[in-house]
């Protein structure tokens, strides 16, 4: 039984802290390992264009020198080099040698690692493995060739484009050309597919067709458009292309809702004839932002949307294109840019690209080498992230579906406050985030959530300008994982819910969600002068957060703990229940409460009736109810979400009245409760009653001998003593003492019941208490 109840408890506090777990990065933590780690170095590396583009070199190596470190030998004793193996000597090679120096104030800037204090031993934490991987692949390229030849702009540091050329360069530069190296490096790469998000991509492709180069160039750049879908799942719910070519004005060939099968889009392609012409880029993005990228043309919002921009020419008009570009890029369109030839300007491709342009920038030498790039463009296409715009108004708020068992990737612009809701349709799904960095993972985010379908999760973002990046992912091989779809939503305004996994997201920071965002969510929350609030301030020396409103029963008041309170208003159908904490479906009771008074009542000479002086008020006494234990499973079967949403959120224990059901807002799990010494739980009123006669509520006596009146008045009762007292078993009737020890029964006037806390009679029936 103990073991049950720590496994609980431990159950509901992890729960309870889930919605900001995390502050992980596996990437600085020796001795990690795995695939989702080498993706997330990756990944990093790349972001941070301190190199050249690698075209995943890197990434390829980590699987074939240590299978992603999971190889048992990767931190052998005496081997400090990590997941990528780096032995001492070039280890020491990463500090010292003259043809890495450039790259040392990068590192710092964008890792905060000053590398020359590193030590071999730091390798053991896989961002610094990769980091002086990458040093040791930038040494041994220094001195080879280009692999293609005649590359005149190379600014030197270039790395092979191909897996057979990176297999190639594998072993002679780092293998001594061992014979087998690359058949080996071939090998051990074979397992490492494509890792593809989402299906729900649109692609649009926007050719340069003025070929200044040669005939058969615009005829390369159809066959490299061929071969990025050719793997693709074109169809209506999934990948969806378009392709626009331009010279003298532009021509659209066709647009993202014509064809829904690869086979056609691809003889489309090998259809299309090249005009020759000027280079009016700047046209044909404008088509893109104004016309292509719409649902008119068969666009989806909700979709991984990327223009390919291919061109071999300096655009007609620089500074349109440029604009124009922006403004695509501004739609949430992901734009790569690649330029072919001399011809190009660097700096205005830069210009048209999506940031980091070094991994949406790509140049070549001739068409010749666009072969080398359809894996790696097929790879990056795959990865790109939905990007979604923040609400501005209620009308631009987001609903959408998406397919599990994908790694989904979103970038999500944010304002000054906006909700973000996940909601699987059955089981759960996992949710990493993070403001800093793109493609959050298990191995490296901010924070993760576990959203399910009876807990979705929410992220609450509060006055951050910086985009948030979410990876959303599921594995329906794994127990319990979504199989089918999930809901997004991204709606502006505070819209937390109880039953979730709440996130909170302040300028740029995550934070624990207090209540009053959960409030503010719920009902309409107004702050009120502390000073002046209109009523004594209860969050003075509060004890507690929660107060009943002085006089309306549908409101109640909030106190934040720092001296701050709010007035908080139920819904029309609700009242504010103390013993819930929280507005609850209904009407409040006919009597609502009096503030109990601290002083004695006063008491008559006990002859008369007494005066019957205030308004109708009392409600349930609601006696201080202690936790028995934290369950879950069928005694909590009551506390489901139908039931908490209509307030119902308090049950009957099963077999003993003495005990009680309190839902929590965790799904599954409630708190058993213990009545007061001689209160019974009442289903009907929510609340542990008075079991018995009481002998005197200011003392919290009571007493259940079954002749309480013998016991009642003391003789030579005093002005400090009880002179009234509720009436064993007739609520319609009281006990009223003399000062001599006598008691009288007295009957209340027809309509009327005795009020204990009030020493009258009030108007009202008599309960039955089951
Ligand atoms: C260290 O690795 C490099 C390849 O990167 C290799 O050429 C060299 O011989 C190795 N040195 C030692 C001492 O093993
Ligand atoms: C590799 O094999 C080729 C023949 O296949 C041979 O000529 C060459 O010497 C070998 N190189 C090394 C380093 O073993
Ligand atoms: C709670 O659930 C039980 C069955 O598990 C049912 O008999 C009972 O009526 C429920 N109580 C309330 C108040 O809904
Ligand atoms: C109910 O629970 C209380 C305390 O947990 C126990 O003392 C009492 O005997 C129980 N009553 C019944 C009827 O089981």
Redesign the pocket.
């Known amino acids: 039984m103990a073991t049950t109840m720590t496994l609980l408890i431990a159950v509901v506090t992890l729960a309870a802290v889930a919605g900001v777990n995390g502050q992980g990065d596996l990437t600085r933590v020796a001795g990690a390992s795995g695939a989702d780690v080498v993706e997330a170095v990756t990944h990093a590396i790349s972001e941070s264009c301190v190199f050249n583009n690698d075209h995943r070199m890197l990434r390829r190596l980590a699987r074939v020198v240590s299978n992603d470190g999971l190889d048992p030998n990767t931190y052998r004793f005496g081997f400090e080099g990590g997941i990528w ?6 280890f020491q090679l990463t500090q010292s040698s003259a043809l890495v120096q450039q790259y040392l104030v990068p590192i710092r800037n964008a890792f905060n690692i000053d590398w020359t204090s590193v030590t071999w031993s730091d390798l053991r934490k896989p961002l610094y493995s990769g980091l002086a991987a990458m040093l ?1 692949l930038v040494r ?1 390229s220094a001195n080879v060739p280009h692999p293609s030849a005649g590359n005149t702009r190379a600014t030197g540091n270039m790395f092979p484009r191909t897996s057979e050329l990176q297999a190639m360069f594998y072993q002679n ?4 050309g061992l014979n087998g190296s690359a058949y080996a490096f071939t090998q051990a790469i074979k397992g490492l597919t494509l890792s593809c998000g989402t299906d729900k991509v649109d692609i649009a492709f926007l050719v340069d067709s003025s070929v200044s180069l040669s005939p058969d160039d615009f005829l390369r750049a159809k066959t490299f458009a061929s071969e990025v879908v050719k793997d693709s799942n074109v169809n209506t719910n999934g990948v969806r292309v378009a392709f626009v070519s331009f010279s003298t004005g532009y021509t659209v060939h066709f647009i993202f809702n014509q064809y829904t099968s690869v086979t056609a889009v691809r003889q489309a392609i090998a259809n299309i004839q090249p005009k020759l012409g000027n280079t009016d880029t700047h046209l044909a993005l404008k088509y893109a932002t104004d016309t292509l990228f719409t649902v008119q043309s068969g666009s989806r919002s909700d979709a991984a949307r990327i223009a390919i921009v291919l061109t071999d020419g300096q655009s007609d008009d620089s500074l349109a294109s440029k604009r124009n570009a922006a403004a695509l890029r501004q739609k949430g369109v992901t734009v790569f840019v690649i330029g072919v030839g001399t011809d190009t300007d660097v700096t205005e491709l830069n210009a048209l690209a999506s940031e980091p342009t070094c991994t949406h920038v790509q140049n070549l030498d001739q068409y010749s080498e666009l072969d080398s790039l359809k894996t790696e463009i097929r790879q990056v296409s795959c990865e790109t992230s939905v990007k979604f715009p923040a609400p501005t108004t209620t009308n631009n708020n987001i609903h959408t579906t998406y397919q599990c068992g994908k790694t989904n990737s979103f970038q999500i612009g944010t304002g000054q406050e906006t909700t973000i809701t996940i909601r699987p349709k059955n089981g759960l799904v996992e949710v990493f985030g993070s403001y800093g960095f793109g493609k959050p993972s298990a191995s490296r985010n901010e924070f993760t959530a576990l959203a399910s379908s009876t807990r979705p999760v929410a992220i609450y973002i509060k006055d951050t300008t910086l985009p948030l990046f979410l990876t959303i992912q599921s594995d329906p091989t794994k127990s319990g994982q979504c199989g089918s779809e999930y809901d997004l939503d991204i709606v502006l305004g505070d819209h937390l819910q109880r039953i979730s996994e709440n996130v909170c997201l302040e300028r740029g920071k995550v934070r624990l969600c207090t209540p009053l965002d959960l409030l503010k969510a719920l009902y309409t929350v107004v702050q009120l002068n502390p000073v002046n609030p209109g009523f004594p301030n209860p969050c003075v020396n509060q004890v507690g957060h929660y107060y009943h409103h002085p006089y309306e029963p549908r409101r109640f008041i909030y106190c934040d703990g720092a001296g701050n309170l709010y007035d908080v208003y139920c819904y029309p159908n609700q009242f504010y229940l103390d013993s819930a904490r929280d507005c609850v479906l209904g009407n409040p009771p006919v009597v609502t409460s009096a503030p109990v008074t601290t002083q004695r009542p006063f008491t008559p000479r006990p002859t008369t009736r007494p005066p019957y002086t205030r308004p109708p008020p009392v409600t349930t006494p609601a006696a201080t109810a202690s936790l028995v234990t934290v369950a879950s499973g069928s005694l909590c079967a009551n506390c489901t979400n139908g039931n908490w949403n209509q307030g119902k959120r308090f049950f009957a224990y099963p077999g003993n009245d003495t005990m009680y059901i309190m839902c929590t807002e965790y799904v599954g799990v409630c708190n058993v409760k213990q009545c007061a010494i001689y209160h019974k739980w009442n289903q009907v009123d929510q609340a542990c009653t008075y079991e018995n006669i009481v002998l005197d509520w200011t003392k919290d006596q009571y007493q259940t001998s079954p002749h309480p009146i013998d016991y009642l008045c003391k003789q030579g009762q005093g002005d400090n003593d009880m002179y009234f007292h509720p009436h064993p078993v007739d609520q319609t009737k009281y006990i009223q003492c003399d000062e001599f020890g006598d008691a009288f029964v007295k009957e209340c006037q027809n309509g009327e019941i005795w009020s204990q806390q009030l020493m009258t009679c009030v108007p009202g029936q008599p309960r039955v208490i089951g």
Do not use: I
């Open positions: 193996q780096v032995n001492q000597t070039d040791t041994a530069n780092l293998k001594s």
